[in-house]
């Protein structure tokens, strides 16, 4: 359940989740081998939720991403590195309206506060969030939400000269997270005409997506 000031939105867990990118650390500009993210989807609660004056809908997408936070075992995330008191975080949380804007989505910062995640069982992570919402007049609004949130996905990014890119995809999640076990994947070889936009890994390697066995454990 996220609440936003008096507002409750539940959470679409199919849609949310922990993921983290792996590379080799010679690819990244900050030498990291791992990269982790979570995004929760929120939709409005029917017990507690007032329509938006503007008459607008609402569905709402959390993001968090550290620039810094790395485990050696995929069990052992934490709060992505906001559970340390005095820790420098570097990284950004956001919270979009995914129902408004089809371009420019309508977006706010948030005061990161406490992340904590604590391993349940599984791929569950029992997660609670306490910070706020900054708003468009400047002031703050109360932010927290607890859900359990699944470790649904690692994405690769495996160099254009391996044979395999899915065998060494799962190398590199084995070696980096410790994660071996998958219930599916998805490989996007290297094309030298795809367009790299702003990310320039995009072009320089096969991309594999690892999705985790998560839906079949809870089914």
Not at 84 to 95: D, E, I, K, P, T
Not at 99 to 128: I, N, S, T
Not at 148 to 163: Q, R, S, W
Request: charged share 25%; proline share 4%; glycine share 6%.
């Amino acid at each position: 359940m996220l609440r936003l000031g008096d507002n409750e939105y539940e959470l679409v867990r199919v849609q949310s989740g922990f993921s983290v990118t792996l590379q080799s650390p010679d690819g990244d500009p900050m030498k990291r081998n791992q990269v982790w993210k979570l995004v929760a989807h929120y939709a409005p609660s029917e017990r507690r939720y007032t329509v938006r004056a503007d008459g607008e809908s609402e569905y709402l997408r959390v993001t968090f991403q550290s620039e810094e936070y790395a485990v050696t075992d995929w069990r052992q995330l934490s709060g992505l590195g906001l559970d340390q008191a005095g820790y420098h975080w570097l990284g950004f949380v956001s919270v979009e309206n995914l129902l408004v804007g089809r371009f420019d989505k309508e977006q706010w910062d948030v005061v990161p506060g406490w992340l904590e995640a604590e391993w349940k069982h599984d791929y569950l992570f029992h997660c609670e969030f306490d910070g706020s919402r900054k708003l468009a007049d400047g002031t703050e609004e109360e932010m927290e939400f607890e859900d359990d949130l699944p470790f649904g996905e690692a994405t690769a990014y495996v160099p254009i000269n391996a044979g395999d890119p899915q065998a060494a995809a799962l190398a590199m999640a084995a070696r980096t997270v410790r994660l071996t076990e998958f219930a599916g994947s998805q490989v996007r070889r290297y094309d030298p005409q795809r367009q790299s936009y702003t990310n320039l890994r995009v072009n320089t390697h096969h991309i594999v997506t690892l999705q985790t066995p998560w839906r079949e454990q809870l089914a």
